[in-house]
């Protein structure tokens, strides 16, 4: 299991205890350590798994909203809690994480759904995800790999010019 997947995992675990729990915001950091603790003890992410979390839940109004309005048959208290975390976490990553190409978003979604939801969690979740890309404007899909890397390479000279610029100040 690659270390995005296992942090991926871990978020739905989050997410998943803290929804069923009544998404009480002062149990997150709790449930983030207890989760790495009992599923990866010695697993560093680099801070993935809490920007998932935190980004999910920052933004959980948009995200729900379009859950409702792409589940049309499902509203969003009768779809399972795996399917409506994995659905969380697959939007956030889909719509705000700039650093995930939007399919990789989707794909990760789609086998953590798999591995963790029913028989027909994969085709739900890829269903619901695909009509939200399908609506996203051209500029923000990032599927292109190689105008991805060139983006963050871009990114990555610009911050090291403003750092040389602040340290010969």
Do not use: C
């Not at 003890?41 to 995200?63: A, R």
């Not at 996203?136 to 040389?164: C, G, I």
């Amino acid at each position: 299991m690659s270390n995005r997947h296992l942090a991926r995992t871990i978020a739905l675990q989050t997410l998943f205890a803290w929804d069923f729990n009544g998404k009480k915001s002062e149990d997150l950091n709790f449930l983030i350590k207890n989760n790495f603790i009992h599923f990866a003890p010695n697993f560093d992410d680099g801070g993935f798994v809490e920007e998932l979390i935190s980004g999910t839940v920052e933004h959980l109004q948009e995200i729900d909203s379009l859950i409702s309005r792409h589940a049309t048959e499902w509203p969003l208290d009768q779809i399972t809690w795996v399917d409506r975390n994995v659905l969380r976490l697959g939007i956030y990553e889909l719509l705000y994480s700039e650093n995930i190409p939007s399919r990789v978003a989707i794909n990760e979604a789609i086998e953590v759904a798999k591995n963790f939801g029913s028989d027909s969690s994969g085709k739900f979740i890829n269903g619901v995800l695909g009509a939200i890309y399908a609506e996203l404007p051209d500029e923000k899909k990032r599927d292109n790999k190689e105008e991805f890397e060139e983006k963050k390479r871009q990114a990555a000279t610009e911050v090291s010019v403003s750092e040389a610029n602040s340290q010969s100040l």
